[in-house]
């Protein structure tokens, strides 16, 4: 491989016009392609086979009209009166019917007079009307029908707010258009005008989510600082910033394209910003770093740009593999939206290692000798008498070596202890309700919570089949057993049946429970429903199930839970079986995992403590969002070998090249502790830049991938394992002689890299030399 990708570098290198013309030319191509086929993004969170959507079916079995509520495009609008006044007095009802009729005159809207938006006041006053009738003339029944009506009624029961709803006429969410959203918001400002306090929410309004860009650019900024301080070139440390902007607009266009065909989330192509800015940049400086050692034995740059992919590009190569099968690996859990998500990343990742490999070398071709032009400062390492530099790498493996089994124990007490929050993890999907409080989704969420209740927006279905009852006659009485035990579970607010069809086959009973979609009450009621499904099925001979948005969600959200340890077991496997080929040990391997396994706890820990428990106060506190810790895992997985790799493979060179353990430990950090601290210190600039937006689930992200890294970078793998290296010495390096013959060899230094062209010893000062080798090895 080493070979091969030492002629692609010099290739690049000496044809540079060709690859940055064709490079712009598949940016441009690509682009126009990916704009044409291209459709809004949506989040659409479903899993086949789980049991609300297996009740669905039944559902709609029984009611062949019924819709299906992941593809509904419902918008609620709510609307309220001032303080102290009611959507009933004239003023705000007529402005309230300005509204709807405005809204019913814009695009996408319901044809059918039935499905269009109705004035709330109208409509609550019909509802309870009807109701009302139908109830008897008991006082139970009377005040049955009452309740019933206020849990069915648009209007709240003081008057001031209602809720104006509809389902856009569309097929799926993804086919609403923006400008119909905004449409919408248009409206809405109009009725502002008039007095009304207005906001929307629902998913045919979801698509509206903040793109980002400051906190990219923010993140971007840093990284130039990094690089500069690291290269002491403006020239030099703008080539990783613009080469990996070229791979994460590859991967955009890609993710724009896939939206033609598949339904991609609309926070992804953040997501793929993300990690795609990060090993972008990374990969670039790993090999950027190297091509400046080759400059000082070799005259011959391109040459020189040849061993540098060839080595360096090695080592990204790999680096890139591992993170690739990590998120590719997601579609192992068999969950549509997270393969998505995964695989969008994992494209992302794809075009960085290629152009890091291919772009990279061509503008070093372009820029021949101004490659590291505009210097402004150069790094005098202090260089001892056997001609060794001595670095911070160098002071801080020494610190390492002096007390390791100290060290050691400190390291495991403070990342278990991070860990500890981890224990109340309570894991949610999105929603309106936890989105940010600026957002008109959320206004709109809380404007309903405060008005109708906490669960009106958290309603489950129970379908009930009669068919299993012979007698017509005999199946509404069965209803209503179903429904007495519906309503007598705990932390039901209202319970009532909604829809009988015609043959009197199957009903609909409506439970609205008294906590929000995510609260734990309201997890726990859907638990109860399903586990007394079956006694309540025995005793009325039918069929039961639960679905809805909330019990689908609910549903989603404990597959993911529980794919969590398949996912983590595929990972730390291919973990272990990708180092001990690369390392030839088993104790390398071994170590590098279970560091792997604290990052990753301590990290989400740390991440619950904050954003679910709101410690510091930085967030308001909700459930983590379900897919982040499994994304996590799968991202983390990468960085943490992209970082095992380039420092632990500098100390096994030096030690199969006869240093003694201790000496080989040390020599890694001489050689490799500063590209790495800096590569590591430009992902969590970089992931940490994300908690500036407004999105939640992209703010957790973000603090999560930026703590992943510091654990992981400068705690584990520049901490805890070459403590642990220490305390092991030759041991760590041990590998049955059985399993090394059947283990493949992998040259991820390129060490095999048989010298090729012309090499004339660069003339240079010492310091620059020291600089150089401890920049770029």
Known sequence: ????????????????????????????????????????????????????????????????????????????????????????????????????????????????????????????????????????????EQATAKQNAQALSPLSADGRTGEITWNFNVKTVADVKVATQNDVLKALDTARANGLQ?????????????????????????AAVVLFITFGSLVAAGMPLITALVGVGMGELAIQFATGFTTIGTTTPILATMIGLAVGIDYTLFILARYRT????????????????????????????????????????????????????AGTVFFAVCVALTLLPAVLGLLKSKAFGAQLRKRQDKVRADGKTVNNGVRWAHFLGKKPAIIVGLVVIVLGGLAVPMKNLHLALPSDSTAAKSTTQR????????????????????????????????????????LKWAGSQQDVANAQIIAMNATKTGAQILVTPKGSADAESTLHLLDHLRSGQAGIEKQTNTKVGVTGVTAIQTDVSTQLTNALPKYL???????????????????????????????????????????????????????????????????????????????????????VHGEEA?????????????????????????????????????????????????????????????????????????????LDKILPRVDIEGEGLKQKGPRHAASAPESESDDAALAGV
């Open 198 to 222: 207005a906001e929307v929410d629902g998913s045919g309004m979801q698509a509206m989510v903040d793109s980002g860009g400051s906190s990219e650019l923010l993140g971007v900024l840093v």
């Open 662 to 738: 201790r000496q080989s430990v040390i020599d890694g950090f001489r050689y490799g502790a500063r590209v790495v601290a800096a590569a590591a210190t430009i992902m969590i600039s970089v992931f940490a830049a994300f908690m500036l937006q407004s999105n939640s689930l992209i703010q957790s992200m973000g603090f999560a991938l930026a703590a992943a890294v510091f654990f992981d970078a400068f705690v584990v793998r520049m901490t805890l394992i070459p403590s642990l290296m220490f305390l092991f010495g030759d041991k760590m390096w041990w590998l049955p002689k059985w």
């Open 569 to 655: 077991a595929v990972v730390i496997g291919l973990a272990f079986i990708l180092l001990m080929i690369v390392f030839r040990s088993i104790l390398v391997p071994l170590m590098a995992t279970v560091g792997f396994l604290l990052s990753v706890l301590a990290t989400l820990g740390a991440t619950v403590a904050v954003f679910q428990n709101g410690a510091f106060g930085i967030v308001e506190g909700a459930p983590i969002v379900s897919f982040m810790p499994i994304i996590l895992i799968g991202i983390v997985f990468g960085l943490a070998m992209d970082y095992q790799v380039f420092l632990v493979s500098r100390m096994r060179e030096a030690y």
């Open 1 to 140: 491989m080493a070979s091969l990708l030492y002629r692609l570098g010099h290739t690049a290198y000496r044809r540079w016009p060709f690859f940055i013309i064709g490079w712009l030319v598949v940016l441009v191509g690509f682009g126009a392609i990916a704009t044409g086929v291209a459709k809004p993004m949506v989040d659409t969170f479903s899993i086949p086979g789980i049991p609300s959507l297996q009740a669905q079916s039944m559902q709609q079995k029984l009611f062949p009209a019924t819709g299906n509520a992941v593809d509904e495009a419902s918008v609620t609008v709510v609307v309220a009166a001032p303080k102290g006044h009611t959507l009933k007095e004239a003023q705000y009802t007529n402005a309230v019917n300005s509204l709807i009729a405005k809204l019913d005159t814009l695009p996408q809207m319901p044809t059918q007079a039935a499905a269009k938006p109705i004035n709330p006041v109208t409509k609550a006053a019909a509802q309870e009307k009807q109701i009302l009738a139908a109830a008897g003339k008991t006082p139970d």
């Open 443 to 482: 206004k709109a969420a809380d404007m309903v919570s405060g008005a109708f209740g906490a669960g009106r927006q958290a309603p489950f279905i129970v379908v009930v089949d009669g068919t299993g009852i012979s007698n017509a006659s005999q199946r509404p009485a069965a209803y209503g057993s179903v």
């Open 294 to 345: 080759e400059l000082l034995s070799t005259d011959d740059r391109a040459h020189a740009a040849g061993m540098a992919v060839g080595k360096a590009g090695s080592a990204v190569v790999f680096a890139g593999l591992t993170v690739l099968i990590a998120l590719c690996a997601l579609s192992v859990v068999g969950i549509p939206f997270l393969t998505s998500m995964g695989l969008a990343a």
